[in-house]
């Protein structure tokens, strides 16, 4: 059983093992200036296996050294915008406080990979901080952005996966952004998106998706309204006559006109 992921709190990841109980494998991306403590304190404990995933070598090389023992597996160094898992290779995959320092877009394709990582029964498990009401907030300081509870579940829709769990963090300060857990599957009936490897693929996909997003957004036109002189039966065309007619109907002024002459 093999894991990737990321976690702080117990108790209400019990939301995400309530969703995933059972999977052996964990694919967990560290988040910023973690050195694999969630991995050593909690994930260790309930799966076989655990990779971890950290852009940052100097992170990665302190994880290595404290986390030891047969259930630890891969350390990768990569961004999320770079890293692709390997196909149906992970039941689950751990994503906490990482999601914030991605753009939309940025996000939507790192979904979809981790899409591609996981078994047929997987689940990704996330915990960010999540706006619940009013509008989204950035922090310039560190570059990342605390999305909407609406904006978050538009784009895992577009990615393919649907809610199965969701729970707010309980005893949370209410000076602080709220913190929110998501559990989720990929949407029955879907196949697993085939994402292209080479740069010149990704690139003409990249453009192709940002068409589909652009056309998808653009409000669709409403047919004109007619007017009310359009609505109003037009005039039947007058008949054209015969030659003949015309000819009889142009004798018979030229008769009256010299009646009218002699009188």
């Given at each position: 059983?093999?894991?990737?992921?990321?976690?702080?709190?117990?108790?209400?990841?019990?939301?995400?093992?309530?969703?995933?109980?059972?999977?052996?494998?964990?694919?967990?991306?560290?988040?910023?200036?973690?050195?694999?403590?969630?991995?050593?304190?909690?994930?260790?404990?309930?799966f076989e296996r655990v990779d971890l995933v950290e852009q940052d070598e100097r992170l990665l090389a302190a994880a290595q050294?404290?986390?030891?023992?047969?259930?630890?597996?891969?350390?990768?160094?990569?961004?999320?915008?770079?890293?692709?898992?390997?196909?149906?290779?992970?039941?689950?995959?751990?994503?906490?406080?990482?999601?914030?320092?991605?753009?939309?877009?940025?996000?939507?394709?790192?979904?979809?990979r981790c899409t591609l990582g996981l078994t047929d029964t997987g689940v990704i498990c996330i915990k960010e901080n999540v706006?619940?009401?009013?509008?989204?907030?950035?922090?310039?300081?560190?570059?990342?952005?605390?999305?909407?509870?609406?904006?978050?579940?538009?784009?895992?829709?577009?990615?393919?996966?649907?809610?199965?769990?969701?729970?707010?963090?309980?005893?949370?300060?209410?000076?602080?952004?709220?913190?929110?857990?998501?559990?989720?599957?990929?949407?029955?009936?879907?196949?697993?998106?085939?994402?292209?490897?080479?740069?010149?693929?990704?690139?003409?996909?990249?453009?192709?998706?940002?068409?589909?997003?652009?056309?998808?957004?653009?409000?669709?036109?409403?047919?004109?309204?007619?007017?009310?002189?359009?609505?109003?039966?037009?005039?039947?065309?007058?008949?054209?006559?015969?030659?003949?007619?015309?000819?009889?109907?142009?004798?018979?002024?030229?008769?009256?006109?010299?009646?009218?002459?002699?009188?």
């Amino acid at each position: 059983m093999d894991c990737l992921g990321c976690i702080c709190s117990f108790q209400v990841s019990r939301v995400c093992f309530a969703a995933g109980w059972g999977c052996p494998r964990l694919l967990r991306p560290a988040p910023p200036a973690d050195r694999g403590r969630v991995a050593a304190g909690l994930l260790l404990d309930l799966f076989e296996r655990v990779d971890l995933v950290e852009q940052d070598e100097r992170l990665l090389a302190a994880a290595q050294r404290e986390l030891q023992g047969p259930r630890v597996g891969r350390f990768t160094a990569s961004s999320m915008q770079q890293f692709e898992p390997e196909e149906d290779m992970y039941d689950m995959v751990w994503l906490q406080w990482v999601l914030m320092y991605l753009p939309d877009d940025d996000l939507l394709k790192f979904l979809r990979r981790c899409t591609l990582g996981l078994t047929d029964t997987g689940v990704i498990c996330i915990k960010e901080n999540v706006v619940l009401e009013g509008n989204f907030t950035i922090d310039w300081d560190d570059n990342s952005v605390a999305r909407l509870d609406a904006q978050y579940k538009a784009i895992f829709g577009r990615a393919g996966l649907y809610v199965v769990e969701e729970q707010e963090q309980p005893d949370w300060p209410s000076q602080l952004i709220p913190v929110k857990m998501y559990a989720l599957r990929q949407k029955p009936g879907l196949r697993k998106p085939v994402l292209p490897r080479s740069p010149e693929q990704r690139d003409r996909h990249e453009e192709d998706e940002r068409l589909q997003v652009e056309q998808q957004s653009q409000p669709q036109r409403q047919p004109r309204p007619q007017s009310q002189l359009e609505l109003q039966p037009r005039s039947q065309p007058q008949p054209q006559l015969q030659p003949q007619k015309q000819r009889e109907r142009a004798k018979r002024r030229q008769r009256t006109s010299r009646q009218q002459k002699t009188m």
